[in-house]
């Protein structure tokens, strides 16, 4: 089983020709509504990729959370875990525009209302093979969540998102770290991808660096190193293309693939990802997957 400690957001996507500059004003050509946020996005990449899933975060008592809840329930995802609080749901406002890239303002909602994972979450987490960490909770959350997985024996793997300075107590507990190329650079401070993965292996022990359109970095500290090509696609919309990535990650490392298999997995469910609209709606079922490798 893998659980995901992680956030729940309804997500409210205009699409637009080009995204507004500050001050200015465009007219969008469609707009939706899609239960997502990174936590729940990496819960359905990975249900969907063929794993047990359990949830654990917080929604809003309204219309959102009950609608994110059914969502992830459909998923297969079990969210026994997936508390409700007063108040409203967490929001992510996502402008998309038609080559596919998009900005995202998140307002954190019912996720800044985790302040560590709760003694059922512990339980949850003990019994998994890996947590998947992102950072749309509380800081100090993520910490407990990390430390009480790495007490249990338990992988954890990080998604250091949105970016912001990781204190020792997290890195520490830490197994595989993927940040995309910015989050990699603003993170560490280094001037590319390659050496940005150097200065993370002094920290954890694998990592995965993601370069969109042109593959994905791996780095462990035992001196494996790879570099895996994107399947060349048409991008739709690329938003929770990274949280596909690492769901199907996940699956395939639960599976016990190396990280070539592994990495290729990943890449070609993001790559099968970017072909459709919206986070959580676009996120490929394991029999897509596996038609899409045998290509």
């Known amino acids: 089983m893998i659980s995901v400690f992680g956030s729940a957001n309804m997500d409210l ?6 995204a507004p500059k500050r001050g200015e004003t465009v007219t969008g050509h469609g707009f939706r ?6 936590g729940a996005n990496q819960a359905v990449a990975a249900a969907r ?32 875990g997936l508390r409700e609080v007063p108040g409203p749901s967490g929001i992510a406002h996502i402008v998309v525009d038609d080559e596919g890239g998009n900005s995202i303002i998140v307002v954190p909602g019912a ?52 970016a912001q300075p990781l204190p020792a ?6 197994t595989l770290i993927v940040p995309n190329e910015h989050e990699a650079v603003a993170i560490t401070a280094a ?5 940005a993965l150097d200065v993370l292996l002094e920290r954890v022990e694998e990592v995965v660096i993601t370069l969109g359109s042109e593959g994905a970095l791996y780095g462990s500290r035992s001196g494996e190193r790879l570099r895996v090509p994107a399947l060349p696609v048409r ?28 990495l290729r997995f990943a890449s070609v469910a993001a790559a099968l990802s970017v072909q459709r609209e919206g986070a959580s709606t676009s996120m490929p079922t394991r029999a897509e997957i596996d038609a899409a490798l045998l290509i």
């Not at 003694?119 to 009480?148: F, G, K, M, N, Y």
């Not at 769901?247 to 190396?258: H, K, N």
């Open 235 to 262: 991008a739709v919309d690329t938003t929770a293309a990274g949280d596909t990535f690492v769901g199907a990650l996940a699956v395939a490392r639960a599976e016990g693939l190396p990280p070539a298999e592994a």
């Open 13 to 18: 996507v205009a699409y637009v020709a080009q």
């Open 169 to 174: 107590e997290l890195l520490d507990a830490v």
């Open 191 to 195: 001037p590319d991808p390659d050496s």
């Open 111 to 162: 996720n800044g209302a985790v302040t560590g994972p709760s003694e059922d979450d512990v339980r949850t987490i003990a019994a998994s093979q890996a947590l998947l960490l992102q950072l749309e909770l509380p800081l100090e959350a993520v910490v407990a969540a990390a430390r009480a997985a790495r007490a249990s024996g338990v992988q954890v793997v990080l998604t250091p998102a949105p």
């Open 33 to 38: 509504t899609v239960p997502g946020g990174k």
């Open 49 to 80: 990729a063929g794993a047990p899933v359990a949830f654990l975060g917080a929604v809003g008592d309204d219309g959102f959370g009950a609608e994110m809840r059914a969502t992830l329930s459909a998923a297969g995802v079990d969210v026994r």
